[in-house]
């Protein structure tokens, strides 16, 4: 497994404001992963975080949104811009090991748990 | 199109008792499988997971799961339940989609009487 480290590990923030947010993780591990879950609701993939290329977002969620850096095998940042009350919600990341069958297995992080007001 | 469905959103058992908290999924192959708890707050822990094999998985805390392939079901069990297991439970599977993702069921809410 891995120990995935969040920052921050929440916040409050004004509508129209960005937040960005730190993951880090102790091994250097294949893909990285940004989810997102509404108060109340399941999980949601946001994109994959793609070292040293652009990532891949989901249907729903783009780029000027959401734009995401991976600058190496071992930190990831996601950024929430020009947020609004529909953007409270805990952000995880995650991370998937490579090799073998657990090659699709993932961890998360404890997750970002953002208010906008 | 893949799916997961937990049909149970809140579920409340005594310490002690017998727990099983059902995922059905919809997946055109065999699919990877995963149950997954979140404690207050906290981020999510795998608890087991299903790649092939024996279709009876031992996982963390206790937990066990069962792959059911006729009944497209991975219903997780623990024979008795803690006051610590209180918590949203979520199964998921995968790979799906080019990038190898997983989808999640909804959850289930499981709360425990002392």
């Known amino acids: 497994s891995a120990v995935i480290s969040q920052k921050p590990s929440r916040d409050i923030c004004q509508r129209g404001t960005s937040l960005t947010i730190q993951c880090q993780v102790d091994?250097?591990?294949?893909?990285m992963f940004w989810y997102r879950q509404q108060p109340g609701q399941s999980l949601t993939l946001i994109a994959t975080a793609n070292q040293g290329s652009e990532a891949t977002y989901e249907s729903g969620f783009v780029i000027d949104k959401f734009p995401i850096s991976r600058p190496n095998l071992t930190f990831s940042t996601l950024t929430v811009s020009n947020m609004s009350p529909e953007d409270s919600s805990i952000y995880l990341c995650?991370?998937?090991?490579?090799?073998?069958?657990?090659?699709?297995?993932?961890?998360f992080g404890p997750g970002t748990r953002l208010t906008v007001l | 199109a893949q799916s997961v469905t937990q049909p149970d959103i809140h579920i409340t058992v005594s310490e002690g008792a017998s727990l099983e908290l059902r995922c059905n999924y919809s997946?055109?192959?065999?699919?990877?499988l995963f149950w997954y708890v979140q404690s207050p707050g906290q981020g999510l822990q795998l608890l087991l997971k299903?790649?092939?094999?024996?279709?009876l998985v031992q996982g963390i805390k206790g937990f066990e799961a069962e792959f059911k392939r006729s009944q497209s079901s991975f219903n997780l069990r623990k024979p008795s339940v803690h006051w610590s297991d209180a918590a949203e439970y979520f199964c998921a599977v995968g790979p799906s989609g080019g990038y190898n993702k997983l989808i999640f069921g909804a959850g289930t809410r499981l709360a425990v009487h002392p």
């Open positions: 995650s991370v998937r090991m490579g090799g073998g069958r657990s090659y699709n297995e993932q961890f």
């Open positions: 997946y055109g192959a065999t699919p990877y």
């Open positions: 091994s250097q591990v294949t893909m």
């Open positions: 299903y790649f092939s094999g024996d279709t």
